[in-house]
């Protein structure tokens, strides 16, 4: 079992910047893939990110240049480092960890119960 709690979200305005973080405990983390998702009101669940434990990245093209994706596998934490924000951008952003680090949630076992960022425009 891995549990996810992710903190870090928040109200901002457009163009503002936000860094959301996700703790793991229980099973070893630093093997797991990670990756972050986020879920817009009355929109499916879509993917923003997602690390390799080794450190590899991926990225939707919506995020690209704007998000960084990284982890700190001795705190078992992953990090979005979110600039350049939306309004688009507002979601609950959910944390998952899996086993490749790619864009398809049924890659992935565990789930956090998500963070709200709201961005203003």
């Known amino acids: 079992q891995v549990q996810l709690v992710e903190s870090g979200g928040g109200l901002v305005q457009a163009g503002g910047s936000l860094r959301l973080s996700c703790a793991a405990s229980?099973?070893?983390?630093?093997?797991?893939?990670m990756g972050w998702f986020r879920q817009a009101p009355g929109k499916e669940r879509e993917f923003v990110a997602a690390?390799?434990?080794?450190?590899?990245?991926n990225y939707a093209d919506s995020v690209k240049g704007r998000f960084t994706i990284s982890r700190d596998n001795a705190k078992n934490t992953v990090y979005l480092q979110m600039n350049s924000l939306k309004p688009e951008d507002t979601a609950v952003y959910y944390c998952?960890?899996?086993?490749?680090?790619?864009?398809?949630?049924?890659?992935?076992?565990?789930w956090g119960k998500g963070t709200q960022v709201t961005v203003t425009s």
């Open positions: 229980g099973r070893t983390f630093s093997s797991n893939a």
């Open positions: 998952a960890a899996g086993w490749r680090p790619n864009s398809k949630q049924s890659n992935y076992i565990y």
């Open positions: 690390i390799s434990g080794s450190g590899n990245t």
